[in-house]
């Protein structure tokens, strides 16, 4: 065995075990409702098949991808204009310390009173969430410039506009990708939540995507091996979102190390 | 042309301090309530312009709201079964959670070994599990308390680990040309040395719990803020809504502040960094 | 040195990091006689600090023995005390706390009871001249007085030998010189041969190096190795007249010329 398949089969002994133990567990109980391994496998099968699990993703998505860049499109900006100008921040930042202790989905019933149980709603809880990590750690990116760099522009003439453009933001860039990041996971997790709630609200009723989904899976057909391949599909779409998104960052960047 | 001396004030960077004016408490207070009153004033003249009291309330009645409310004691009511509930969780969760950490931190045999479970759990997020956990234990006081564990337990894990990893390899080393045994390193050395990563990774786990509470009182359960605010919003009473999410917000900014305030007390030598938000 | 009076050995010792890696030190053959205060000096990068561990019992060699009174050293111990360039203080003890960390939970402090342990502790934190400092924090202190209390936590487990790895390399050239005499003090060069401690010193100041020692080992780097060994007859105890007499100056001359060439190639490509 070479010194590498010793690796991967330290990494999967742990999960394989348990999913082993699983469907020994879980087939003994004999309820053919309980999620096993088998079963949800099939499930996923099913779903993936009949097109619904890919819809419901695609949709989440969609209000995912919308309410991203509605928020980076504010925060971005914001966040560079409060951390480059003492004035700007003083103002602003009562406002945003806030509101970001105040969770999105907290926020959610006021959006469902103004908005109604459609996307227009779940659109405003994702913009909110990808707001304020996106905007705190700009300004920290923007904080953190060296004031040296921003000596050299100076003496090198550029004024107010260019310097943002040609220091500031390149030199807040690490920090803004990492806020984008953190913004993007937490919007995923905004989302799911929002449309759980929307559906235990609206009676199942059509809002769509995968939180919705889960929520009649449990609410209406108790199908929870269906449940369980959703939670995986949440899972999976997290961290395939996390991967696109740092390796779009990193080729932005190629100057960081990373 | 920017001359240096504009550099300077239009910039306010970091480690400039001595051409920027320093922000005393009493300044910063001060810009703070001037924010806020033209926040309010604002929201006064989008209420009256709007006129309906269930879209958007005038903020005194909102302020009514709240005060009735803690008059007949339901805020506090909510609060302190919510807060509760994150206390209980915040516990559960740093029982697993802390060892766990602590040997994955020290053992790449075992963190190698763990660390895959962990890693294929994470990215399902505590709501995700809320049907599931609904199926399971119906609506009451264990969901929002299982879902908030859950919640909790990723981030003090990892930063758990993190913080023993990033244990200053010359302190062990000190230790150990002092003749002191391994075990009592653990005790004596790493843990001490990797508490204020340790506080951190707790003030994010009850960051990440709380924002769970909402989510899950607001689904499953029949008591906390989460419930009181969809409760008030069935009823279409605005105001009351936005006393229960201010209230929410200002819970979740003092649990942290208390944090960050007992880790000062604790770790009174950590660095600026560790204790950031 | 006659068999006896040799405190420290080490014999055609070899160390190579990862198979088929760098070596960082080669074939070096060096004996410490007991009670005396050896310098490595050498280039940055050329493998003094190996050196060092490989006597601390913090690595072991991938060739040769290093032995200690005869015996092999198989590891880290008390009777061989280190001192880190970073001082590696506990942050979340006073000095106090610091110094009596190797009498609480190792066997330095084996028969020791709370009473007897406390006053090693007083009397060593007293000998560093820190006395008064005890209950303050680490980074309550100055970069000169963090030393003095990695060298108190040192010096209270009675160790047979002091191991200095760089200790002053982070103090400014004033606070230094202060310590380089404080430290030889401390040592007891003001007290017979018999009753002073081995030391063995790393350093890249040559001046230090010839303001501190009996003798000088000077290395040479890429693979590190023991290029002479310099003696320096200068009369003990030495001080600020030491630094100025013309023999002192002779030696560190002699010394530079040996790693002069080394020196200026590590600054260009």
Avoid at chain 1, 159 to 165: A, G, L, S, V, Y
Avoid at chain 3, 87 to 94: I, K, M, S, V
Avoid at chain 3, 185 to 190: T, V
């Amino acid at each position: 065995m070479t010194f590498s398949s010793i690796r991967v089969a330290r990494s999967v002994a742990l999960p394989l075990t348990l999913i082993v133990v699983w469907q020994l567990l879980g087939t003994a109980m004999g309820n053919p409702r309980t999620p096993v391994p088998t079963r949800i496998a099939a499930a996923a099968l099913q779903l993936t098949a009949s097109g619904d699990l890919p819809l419901a993703i695609v949709q989440s998505l969609g209000r995912v991808f919308a309410g991203f860049m509605i928020a980076a499109a504010i925060a971005v900006p914001l966040g560079l204009a409060m951390g480059s100008s003492r004035a700007i921040e003083r103002n602003v930042d009562p406002l945003v310390e806030s509101f970001r202790p105040i969770a999105a989905i907290a926020i959610l019933p006021l959006a469902i009173l103004w908005l109604g149980t459609g996307t227009p709603a779940a659109m405003l809880i994702v913009a909110y969430a990808a707001f304020f990590p996106i905007v705190v750690n700009t300004i920290a990116g923007a904080k953190r410039v060296s004031p040296t760099l921003l000596r050299a522009a100076a003496t090198m003439g550029l004024d107010h506009i260019q310097t943002i453009r040609t220091v500031i933001v390149p030199s807040a860039l690490p920090a803004i990708g990492v806020g984008l990041r953190i913004a993007m996971g937490v919007a995923w997790t905004a989302i799911v939540a929002a449309e759980l709630a929307v559906g235990a609200k609206a009676g199942g009723g059509g809002s769509g995507g995968i939180g919705q989904m889960m929520f009649v899976f449990y609410a209406y057909s108790i199908e929870l091996n269906r449940i369980v391949v959703c939670m995986i599909a949440v899972g999976l779409v997290a961290l395939v979102l996390d991967h696109v998104l740092r390796a779009g960052l990193r080729s932005l960047m190629p100057w960081v190390s990373q | 042309m920017l001359g240096i001396g504009d550099t300077h004030r239009r910039f306010s960077v970091m480690g400039n301090s001595q051409r920027a004016r320093r922000e005393t408490p009493l300044g910063s207070a001060f810009a703070y309530l001037r924010t806020m009153l033209v926040f309010i004033a604002a929201w006064w003249a989008v209420s009256m312009w709007t006129s309906n009291p269930v879209l958007l309330p005038s903020p005194f009645a909102v302020i009514a709201a709240f005060v009735e409310l803690a008059g007949d004691l339901e805020l506090f009511k909510h609060a302190g079964i919510s807060l509760g509930r994150m206390v209980l969780s915040l516990g559960l969760a740093a029982l697993l959670a802390l060892p766990l950490g602590l040997f994955m931190g020290l053992s790449r045999w075992f963190d190698a070994l763990v660390d895959p479970v962990v890693e294929l759990l994470r990215p399902i997020s505590g709501i995700a599990w809320i049907p599931l956990a609904l199926f399971i234990f119906g609506i009451g006081n264990a969901l929002p308390v299982f879902i908030m564990t859950y919640a909790a337990f990723f981030p003090i894990v990892l930063g758990t680990i993190a913080g023993v990893r990033s244990v200053d390899r010359r302190l062990v080393d000190a230790a150990r040309t002092m003749g002191i045994p391994d075990r009592t390193i653990v005790n004596r050395v790493v843990v001490p040395a990797a508490l204020p990563s340790i506080l951190v990774a707790v003030r994010l786990g009850v960051a990440s719990s709380w924002t769970a509470v909402v989510a899950a009182e607001l689904i499953g359960a029949p008591s906390g803020l989460g419930y009181a605010v969809e409760w008030y919003r069935e009823l279409l009473m605005t105001p009351q809504v936005m006393a229960f999410i201010a209230t929410i917000g200002v819970l979740g900014y003092l649990s942290d502040r208390s944090l960050r305030m007992l880790a000062q007390r604790f770790t009174p030598w950590a660095s600026d960094a560790s204790t950031a938000p | 040195m006659t068999e006896s009076a040799v405190k420290l050995r080490l014999d055609s010792i070899g160390k190579r990091f990862d198979a088929g890696g760098t070596v960082a030190v080669q074939d070096f053959t060096l004996d410490v006689a007991r009670g005396e205060f050896l310098v490595i000096v050498g280039p940055s990068g050329c493998g003094k600090t190996t050196i060092l561990n490989l006597l601390a019992g913090l690595e072991s060699p991938t060739s040769g023995t290093a032995s200690l009174d005869g015996k092999r050293i198989g590891g880290p111990g008390p009777e061989r005390g280190v001192m880190f360039q970073d001082y590696a203080l506990f942050p979340w003890h006073t000095v106090l706390g610091n110094v009596e960390f190797g009498l609480r939970h190792g066997p330095a402090g084996n028969g020791l009871d709370a009473a007897a342990r406390e006053q090693r502790v007083r009397k060593t934190i007293d000998l560093v001249g820190l006395k008064g400092a005890e209950h303050k924090y680490p980074h309550q202190l100055s970069g000169g007085m963090r030393q003095r209390v990695a060298l108190a936590r040192l010096v209270a487990n009675e160790p047979d030998v002091l191991l200095m790895d760089e200790p002053l390399a982070a103090l400014d050239a004033q606070t230094r010189i202060i310590l380089q005499d404080e430290l030889l003090r401390i040592w007891g060069q003001d007290r017979p041969p018999a009753e002073r401690r081995t030391v063995v010193f790393i350093t890249h100041a040559i001046d230090e190096a010839v303001f501190l020692a009996d003798r000088v080992a000077v290395m040479t780097s890429h693979p590190g190795r023991l290029k002479a060994v310099i003696d320096v007859p200068l009369r003990r105890p030495r001080g600020d007249a030491t630094r100025a007499d013309p023999q002192s100056q002779a030696l560190c001359q002699h010394i530079w010329s040996l790693i002069r060439d080394e020196a200026y190639r590590a600054t260009v490509a």
